[in-house]
């Protein structure tokens, strides 16, 4: 059963800037969202009267994955000669086949 809230977007969104506030990361669907919420960060943080803080972790599918693919070369975890990060459009065409 889901609770419901006078405005469930609003306080959804207060939600993820505390947990962004934590150092916490948002991965989105897409990019059109990912900068959607850094706006609300940011609205959010100048109307608490801040003039600067911190970027906020938030970054659309892709990105975030990129982000892993680098990390886990980086530390070793993988190797970037033996496999390959597939782009969008290899992902597209190999769940077509």
Known sequence: MTTRFPDARQTNVTDLIQRLD???TVVTG???????LVQAFNRA??????EA??????LPWEAWL?????EAIISGQVEAAQI???TPHQEFSSGRE
């Open 22 to 24: 934590d150092c916490a």
């Open 53 to 58: 803080w911190p970027a906020p972790d938030i």
């Open 84 to 86: 390959m990060l597939l």
């Open 66 to 70: 990129q982000r892993l693919w680098q």
């Open 45 to 50: 943080k100048s109307a608490e009267g801040n």
């Open 30 to 36: 897409n990019r059109r969202l990912a900068r959607a």
